[in-house]
């Protein structure tokens, strides 16, 4: 409704829904009243669900946080503070998406307001690493445009090479990290990449 921080502050509506990719049949449903606004959404190997809640709700009992579900929708990690954002250790702010690696860590990119010609006081432009149970190990970056800055890093996916790309969405272009957080290329040939899909073959494909 837009009134409490985000569509899903007050709605009782499931907003995470699996299809059979065949028929389109509707196979699981799940999260209500968990988001003030999910926003990125990662699978992993094992079919479990993760998704970000990029928003708080103005009575700061939910958002700024990752939570990752088993494919039935039970709820098994939270990541960052609910409804309390910030950039400590155990904070998110604004998270836009996550992704797991094979040995399990976890990025999450945060921030959503780096792109905005004034973000408010507080904002991030950071890539958060996290263990496979969800401890925090390291961080890289802040808002800005030079290399290794982001205004909102709005989308991530992995290469076969382990390669991590981010869609560096305010500064239209793509940059591409090591796993531990040492920047390898910038691509410039971008308008606003928000969205990313690296397949099998690893042909990128980019919602720009």
Not at 3 to 14: K, M, R, T
Request: charged share 20%.
């Amino acid at each position: 409704n837009g009134l409490d921080g985000g569509c899903e502050a007050n709605s009782d509506v499931d907003p995470i829904l699996k299809y059979d990719r065949n028929t389109g049949e509707m196979l699981a449903n799940f999260g209500a009243g968990l988001f003030v606004l999910p926003h990125g959404l990662h699978v992993d190997d094992d079919g479990n669900v993760w998704v970000t809640d990029s928003q708080g709700n103005e009575a700061g009992t939910k958002g700024h946080q990752v939570i990752k579900f088993s494919p039935e929708g039970e709820v098994l990690l939270t990541l960052g503070e609910a409804g309390n954002p910030g950039s400590g250790p155990g904070q998110l702010n604004e998270p836009c998406d996550v992704i797991t690696a094979p040995n399990g860590d976890i990025f999450v990119s945060d921030g959503h307001s780096g792109q905005n010609d004034n973000p408010p006081p507080g904002s991030t432009g950071r890539i958060v690493k996290f263990t496979k149970d969800g401890k925090y190990i390291k961080e890289w970056g802040r808002i800005g445009t030079a290399p290794g800055e982001f205004r909102t890093p709005h989308a991530l996916a992995f290469d076969s090479r382990g390669r991590l790309f981010v869609a560096d969405r305010g500064n239209n272009r793509i940059q591409i990290f090591g796993q531990d957080g040492n920047l390898l290329e910038i691509w410039t040939q971008f308008g606003k990449p928000s969205g990313l899909v690296i397949d099998q073959n690893d042909v990128l494909y980019v919602v720009d």
